[in-house]
């Protein structure tokens, strides 16, 4: 039974791990496009509106939902 537990922990550490290297992965691919998206526009930091965040939240919220819907 033990045995059983310890393998069926190691796929939750996985995914976990996997999950954390690929969410910072997308961080960091969506901050640089930000920012070369700004540079060419203004030439400085981005403006963004509390429109835009709460646009960019709720889809962010949606691709989450569908992720942990694979689950089921």
Known sequence: MEQENQTNKGWQKRFLL???ILGAIAGLAAAWM?????????????????ADMLRSTVGIIGI???IASLGD
């Open 64 to 66: 989450i939902r569908g």
């Open 34 to 50: 930000l920012v070369q998206s700004a540079e060419k526009k203004n030439g400085g930091p981005p403006e963004i509106s509390g």
């Open 18 to 20: 996997i999950g954390a």
